[in-house]
């Protein structure tokens, strides 16, 4: 017989619909594989209603109810706040996906905070609450012996964690760099053919992956949550955004981008972390890379990071032009491993 494994999704975006797809086309391999029967039976946005069924949300209704009308609900909304969903969703996983704040990572911690109190496991997309207070929410998840996933936080679904932890085993993380944030590498490409920085802005916002306020991009902000999630899972760290060494690109010239390609190089926003004087430490700043690098090659949404271990070196990983679906496995390969892992 299967067992019944509820899910809790507080936010139904972009991230959170890409992740239901995929569960309802997986629905039964799911089962064939963990040999549970996953349901959805709780589901929280902010402006677009909730809903709870103990028995199971019909995902295929929402999503498209969702297309159709901007809504969650028909008529059975829950109109419960956030917390009292988590409360009463009797959920085993809640699964974080609300919108980012990257100033302080909330309200996505006390969501966190709250599936926790409950006995439950947490996966989260939102990588506020990594950035912010992982070395907390870590304890209390190894205290109560539950899981907390959170591959999608960096990268998307490209394995970055998941790499360390499953495949490099033994090793210990010295240090990382990265190219993580597609904005201001947009950006700067859009400034070596040659257009000026607010047409590039333009069309990054049009293409969907810069925000209508770029600041938090261009001020490296954004690079600088991601630079801690990983200075804080990988070299066990305890920083916030505000412990990086933080410069963006918002200074950088069109002289600047041309003279470095004069000079084969490029100029990229660097994510580094390692150890300084037994430290953990965190950069983030526009560095010129040769042209001849993996680095330099880096183009648009594609991202990469460098992991340099004690036994294996350097090993790198590059994620190429990715689309909302990767962000929704990201997410889905999390509850596999969740699942996997409660055979254990
Ligand atoms: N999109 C990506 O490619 C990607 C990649 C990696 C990680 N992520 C992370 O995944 C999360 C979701 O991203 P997204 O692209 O799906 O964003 P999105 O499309 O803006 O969706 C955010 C969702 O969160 C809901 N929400 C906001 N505050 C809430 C609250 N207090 N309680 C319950 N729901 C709340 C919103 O509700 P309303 O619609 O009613 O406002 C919306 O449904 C973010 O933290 C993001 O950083 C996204």
Not at 198 to 205: F, G, N, P, V
């Amino acid at each position: 017989m299967d067992k019944r494994f509820n899910l809790c999704l507080i936010g139904f975006g972009n991230a959170s619909r890409a992740f239901c797809k995929i569960l309802l086309d997986h629905h039964e391999s799911v089962k064939k594989i963990t040999g549970h029967d996953v349901r959805v039976t709780a589901i929280a946005a902010r402006s677009k209603g909730s809903l709870i069924d103990k028995d199971g949300i019909n995902l295929e209704n929402v999503l498209s109810r969702i297309e159709k009308h901007q809504k969650i609900h028909e008529t059975e909304s829950t109109d419960l706040d956030t917390l009292s969903l988590i409360e009463q969703s009797g959920a085993d996983v809640m699964i974080e996906m609300s919108s980012l704040s990257i100033k302080d990572g909330q309200p996505a911690i006390s969501h966190i905070e709250k599936a926790f109190d409950l006995g439950m496991h947490v996966v989260t997309a939102n990588k506020g609450p990594i950035a912010w207070k992982y070395k907390a929410l870590k304890k209390i998840a190894d205290d109560k012996n539950l899981q907390f996933l959170y591959e999608t936080t960096v990268m998307d679904g490209t394995p970055v964690f998941n790499l360390v932890r499953f495949t490099l085993p033994g090793c210990r993380v010295k240090s990382f760099k990265g190219i993580l944030n597609s904005t201001t590498n947009f950006v700067i490409e859009e400034m070596e053919k040659g257009n000026d920085y607010e047409s590039a802005i333009k069309q990054a916002q049009l293409e969907g992956f810069a925000e209508a306020d770029p600041t938090l991009d261009i001020d490296g902000w954004d690079a600088a949550a991601k630079t801690t999630a990983l200075a804080n899972v990988l070299l066990g760290g305890d920083l916030t955004p505000l412990d990086i060494d933080r410069t963006g690109i918002g200074h950088i010239t069109a002289t600047d981008v041309n003279n470095a390609l004069k000079d084969n190089k490029k100029i990229k926003l660097i994510c580094e972390g390692g150890f300084k004087n037994g430290q953990v430490v965190g950069k983030v700043s526009p560095q010129l890379v040769e042209q001849s690098t993996l680095f330099a090659t880096i183009d648009a949404t594609s991202s990469l990071v460098s992991i340099t271990t004690d036994l294996m070196g350097e090993v790198i990983i590059i994620e190429k032009n990715p689309e909302i679906q990767q962000t929704g496995y990201g997410i889905y390969s999390d509850l596999l491993t969740l699942l996997n892992g409660l055979h254990n």
